[in-house]
């Protein structure tokens, strides 16, 4: 092995440069810090600003149009105001000029000065009060000393509720007011909101019974739709509601006014009933009146000023001012009742009697005649009436049968109150002649399928008041009758299918106090007639195999199909089918059945079934369907299973078994018979078998025929042996192989 030498030289060279730059001291001017001030008190809010107060300002350059500063907070040492922090102080430097625009309260959302958002919060305390206060300030003027005086305008307004009589009220609340804004500074507008809301306001001061409320509001209208509920600590709170719209204004405090409490009077008439509600009320609160009639009256309506308020005896309306209302009741005299009949007597013949009736009553407003009123009687007939009707106004008296005279009372009644007028008809002497019946029917034949024919009765006799003639009586017959094949129902008789070859008839009879008569009604005789029958139908198909097992060495077996069928004809009487003749017959269908199976064995063909020997040990079947018209059915034939015997040869020849082989290696022969005799169902045949071979050894490479030896590298014998293996029967044949050791020596340099 040459070495070998490597040399590394690692050569590094640093070159360093350094080189000095001269700086240069510049002065900046960092500018003045700008403090505010305000130049009058505050004027509203309670006239001034307190320690600790905050405004948000925005400094504007108008030459470059640009926002330097925005929203920075200044709040208010008790002389001006002050950066609240080192990040909003506004330093102006010389030569700048800005444009301020300034805010009041001071909001950290506002960064936007085109949308600067305010909204004002409950204001049932001083301190929520003040902070509703929204004013907003603009100073375009050069920078002189760095302290800028602001002049403050107020944005919204105050509304002052005076309430007078106020008995302790301390509470007060606004509905339905616009509470929030967005101003832009820099155009001095703003819009408000639409959504509403109720807030409470402040007890700005009290005097004696007054009360004054405050609360701070964007500009809006103030009406009758901002109802203020005033209460006395946690007491039941009083709705007032305005009675005219007060437009509010920027920066102004205006009042508002409310009559505290109204009176309501009543002037009752005491006669008629009892009232309820009348007294002091608060300004917008609900008032009820209520009017009780007494027993016999009835409440007309609330009147004031001559003029109909309203007609309901619970009147509720809104207390807006001084009222007088005045009830009114009515009441009614009794009703009286007049009743006639033109004429009062009529004949035993009978006749009609006209009746006259009116009921009438006087009406009292408050005691004093109003008008009469008349109302229509309900007439009727009251105790016997027999023999007499009543239609309107109209009493009609039929035919007095009796010899006795007989009487009505008409009585006509209205509101409770009746009154009566008496009706007589005069007695006769009434006989009557014998009952003459008829009995008709149609149509009198009836035909031989069947059908009705209606019965007509009719029973009539004179009647005689002293001899005259005076009417013809009507009387209903009782009906009867029977026969085969008919029924009577009432008036109608009904014949069903006549489905015999004869006529049949029936009697009908009509009676009535002795007296009757009769009808015949007729059915034809009947004819039958038979209609064609129908195609066959098959109900089922049979099919049979002869013979149903077949030998091991195989045959045919005979197929043949049947089929049950029917047909039907309808039997009609009068062209009515009535009855329903059958036939049935099994025929033979083999020939125009077709058959079909499949199974390993075995044929099919026309109507015969072929299996060929079954060499196999096992018992096998075939499923033969036929089909015939539509319908099927199924047979199964046997075969019977083959007998069979295999005998296995597997022989090595003869000194084959051991071999001895020279350590050089070779090969060695082999000769193997390998076959099976089988015989099945009697019949003997021989078949050849494969094998397998294998060596327990890696010098050994078997084969069927011969197997080679490596040489032996060893200076021992050694040995090994091959294995054959015949399929199906797994006999063993075996070698044994011996080989001899090496004689030999290799010498090594």
């Not at 007597?345 to 009697?353: K, N």
């Not at 009487?573 to 079909?596: C, K, L, Y």
């Amino acid at each position: 092995m040459n070495n070998i030498r490597a040399l590394i030289i690692l050569i590094t060279i640093v070159f360093f440069s350094s080189c000095n730059k001269e700086e240069e001291n510049t002065e900046i001017d960092i500018g003045h810090t700008v403090t505010f001030s305000v130049a009058q008190s505050r004027s509203t809010q309670e006239g001034t600003f307190d320690a600790g107060d905050a405004i948000g300002i925005f400094a504007y350059e108008p030459k470059s149009q640009q926002m330097y500063y925005q929203n920075s907070k200044y709040v208010f040492d008790g002389k001006v105001f002050v950066p609240a922090t080192d990040a909003d102080n506004i330093r102006v430097s010389s030569g700048t000029d800005y444009d301020f625009y300034v805010y009041y309260p001071y909001n950290s959302a506002n960064t936007e000065i085109t949308s600067i958002s305010h909204v004002i919060p409950d204001q049932s305390n001083k301190e929520d009060w003040q902070a509703a206060d929204f004013m907003t300030s603009t100073y375009t003027d050069p920078v002189v000393d760095y302290n800028i005086t602001l002049n403050f305008k107020h944005r919204y307004a105050t509304l002052q509720v005076i309430v007078t009589d106020n008995e302790g009220i301390n509470q007060a609340k606004i509905a339905n007011v616009q509470s929030a804004s967005h101003f832009d500074l820099m155009k001095g507008t703003y819009t408000t909101d639409k959504t509403l809301s109720t807030k409470g306001m402040y007890l700005y001061a009290t005097d004696g019974n007054i009360s004054k409320f405050r609360i701070t509001l964007p500009v809006q209208s103030i009406s009758e739709s901002n109802p203020i509920t005033i209460s006395q600590g946690g007491q039941d709170a009083i709705l007032m509601k305005a009675t005219a719209t007060v437009q509010l204004e920027e920066g102004k405090i205006q009042d508002y006014s409310l009559g505290y409490k109204k009176t309501i009077s009543i002037n009752n008439y005491d006669t008629g009933g009892s009232v309820s509600g009348a007294g002091q009320y608060v300004l917008g609160s609900t008032c009820i009146v209520s009017a009780s009639p007494k027993s016999g009256y009835t409440f007309v309506g609330w009147y004031e000023n001559g003029q109909l308020v309203s007609s309901s005896a619970d009147y509720s309306f809104d207390v807006l001012k001084d009222r007088t209302l005045e009830t009114r009741y009515s009441s009614y005299g009794n009703w009286t009742v007049s009743v006639s009949a033109n004429p009062t007597t009529l004949e035993a013949l009978g006749g009609t009697s006209t009746i006259s009736s009116v009921a009438s009553r006087t009406l009292y407003i408050n005691g004093k005649s109003s008008s009469t009123e008349t109302g229509t009687p309900t007439i009727s007939l009251s105790g016997s009436a027999s023999g007499f009707t009543l239609s309107g106004n109209k009493v009609t008296a039929g035919v007095n049968e009796s010899s006795t005279s007989r009487t009505v009372t008409v009585k006509a009644t209205y509101s409770g109150v009746s009154n009566t007028c008496t009706i007589t008809q005069k007695g006769g002497n009434l006989t009557t002649g014998d009952w003459v019946i008829t009995v008709t029917a149609s149509p009198e034949i009836i035909a031989a399928a069947g059908g009705t024919s209606t019965i007509t009765t009719k029973a009539v006799r004179d009647v005689y008041l002293d001899g005259q003639k005076v009417k013809t009586e009507t009387g209903t017959p009782d009906i009867s009758g029977s026969a085969n094949g008919f029924t009577l129902s009432g008036h109608t008789v009904t014949a069903s299918n006549n489905i015999t070859a004869a006529e049949r008839s029936i009697t009908v009879t009509a009676s009535l106090d002795g007296k009757k008569n009769s009808c015949v009604i007729k059915q034809q005789a009947g004819v039958q007639t038979l209609g064609n029958w129908s195609e066959w139908t098959n109900n089922s198909l049979k099919i049979t195999a002869q013979p149903s097992v077949l030998p091991a060495t195989g045959g045919t077996s005979k197929l043949t199909a049947s089929v049950n069928r029917q047909r039907s004809r309808t039997v009609y009487w009068n062209g009515i089918a009535t009855t329903t003749e059958t036939a049935r017959e099994d025929a033979d269908v083999t020939t125009s059945t077709s058959f079909s199976g499949s199974s390993s064995g075995f044929s099919v063909s026309v109507a015969s079934v072929t299996a060929s020997e079954n060499t196999s040990s096992s018992l096998r079947s075939i499923v033969v369907t036929g089909r015939y018209a539509g319908i099927t059915n199924t047979v199964t034939i046997t075969q019977n299973a083959g007998t069979m015997n295999e005998e296995y040869v597997f022989e090595l020849s003869s000194g084959q078994q051991v071999n001895l082989v020279e350590s050089s290696g070779g090969i060695i022969s082999h000769s193997i018979s390998s076959y099976v005799i089988r015989t099945v169902n009697g019949k003997e045949s021989r078949e050849d078998v494969d094998f397998t071979v294998s060596a327990n050894v890696s010098w050994i490479t078997p084969g069927k025929t011969s197997s080679s030896v490596a040489a032996n590298p060893n200076t021992t014998q050694r040995n090994g042996t091959i294995t054959f293996k015949q399929n199906g029967s797994n006999k063993i044949l075996q070698v044994t192989v011996t080989q001899k050791k090496k004689n030999s020596v290799d010498i090594e340099n």
